[in-house]
């Protein structure tokens, strides 16, 4: 019989997954408010408050769409949205091969680059296949949530700018709000994520950034998205401070909540507090088992363990969740299971709280 990890109600388990991530009870308390109609001026306060924090928090001027969805919605809506004929997609692990599946899937001409699992993107290749043919896309994980890999957007980004006619996405899932980007340096035209991962909120809604070229290129495309549609969002915005389809209101008022919390802590020190829980894990991780992904391209979100002493990584997990009402993953599907271990060290968490999961870890399995 496989172990299980099960959930009792009104258990407080903390997670150490990468997505969902623990959420803060303030935040689950925002929610606990009696409905209103979402063409109503406090839809548009909420709205417009959640849209603009964003920015804030960012540190951008491109526009930004929050719809209720998870964040896969854009990883299909800037391939329609941007993508008229061919798309070259980077591949390292699971999340940005289905964005090429999509892509695919969507029967646009998909080239990919690909790397073994484990293995980051490197921008000369990046150079090397764009020299080859024109794109209209070129599709980048940040951090590839199966493997533990952060690629170097900064300096895929500057191989971009010399290709202007291809627009750089960029799916940001398991990092945004959690290791720094400047969205607009590194021309990056359009990026998403989910807001249960680094941002430390429910599941449910999804964030993308667009450029104004990547505005005006969505209009230019023969098959566009409909709900996820950029200029349909960003003009029902602009028109009218609110979504065009009915939102997931008690979300929103937790995602409000949440960026006061954030804009509090900032960017760059929220960035900080990852890079201080990623590097203690990793150091941990050295000391008594290894690293998975390749060296010099580490994660700040999300640390994949080597399981080098044949650990029973399933009856780990199932103890300490048992024991000490913490939970963190198994590795990646078939590939990765038992094989590697993954530590979610994302959103609000703190170096204290990382700390006292790996003492759970040492104890039980006798590190
Ligand atoms: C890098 C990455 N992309 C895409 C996804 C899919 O996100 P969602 O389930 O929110 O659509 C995930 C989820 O873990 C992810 O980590």
Not at 46 to 52: D, G, H, K, Q, R
Not at 127 to 147: G, P, Q
Not at 233 to 253: E, V
Request: charged share 30%.
């Amino acid at each position: 019989m496989p172990y299980q990890v099960v959930y009792v109600k009104d258990k407080h388990t903390k997670l150490f997954i990468p997505g969902p991530t623990e959420v803060r009870k303030e935040i689950i308390d925002a929610m606990n408010e009696w409905m209103f109609g979402h063409r109503s001026p406090t839809m548009t306060d909420l709205f417009t408050t959640i849209v603009e924090d964003t920015k804030k928090f960012l540190d951008t001027n491109n526009h930004v769409i929050i719809l209720s969805a998870s964040g896969t919605l854009f990883m299909e809506s800037t391939v329609m949205e941007l993508v008229d004929d061919s798309v070259l997609c980077s591949t390292c692990g699971s999340f940005s091969q289905r964005h090429a599946d999509i892509a695919e899937r969507l029967g646009k001409d998909v080239d990919r680059l690909e790397y073994e699992w484990g293995k980051a993107v490197k921008p000369e290749d990046v150079r090397e296949a764009l020299e080859k043919k024109d794109y209209d896309a070129f599709t980048c994980v940040m951090n590839e949530t199966s493997t533990g890999i952060r690629n170097p957007l900064d300096e895929i980004g500057e191989v971009l700018e010399d290709f202007p006619d291809t627009m750089f996405i960029v799916d940001a899932i398991s990092a945004l709000g959690g290791d720094y980007i400047d969205i607009e340096s590194c021309g990056i035209d359009a990026i998403f994520t989910s807001v249960q991962k680094a941002f430390a909120m429910p599941p449910g809604l999804a964030v993308c950034v667009v450029s104004d070229e990547a505005y005006q290129r969505s209009q230019e495309t023969d098959a566009g998205a409909w709900y996820a549609g950029f200029k349909r969002n960003i003009d029902y915005y602009k028109k009218k401070g609110q979504t065009h389809c009915t939102p997931a209101i008690s979300l929103m008022l937790a995602y409000r909540e949440q960026m006061k919390h954030m804009l509090e802590e900032g960017h760059k020190a929220r960035s900080d507090r990852h890079k201080e829980m990623a590097e203690y894990t990793q150091k941990w991780a050295l000391e008594h088992l290894d690293m998975f992904p390749e060296k010099g391209y580490w994660s700040q979100t999300v640390s994949t363990i080597k399981n080098t002493r044949g650990l029973n990584i399933e009856e780990l997990r199932q103890t300490i969740n048992k024991d000490y009402d913490m939970l963190f993953s198994n590795g990646y599907g078939s590939k990765l299971k038992e094989k590697t271990f993954r530590i979610g060290h994302m959103g609000d968490h703190t170096l204290g709280d990382v700390k006292a999961l790996t003492d759970a870890i040492e104890d039980v399995a006798g590190l």
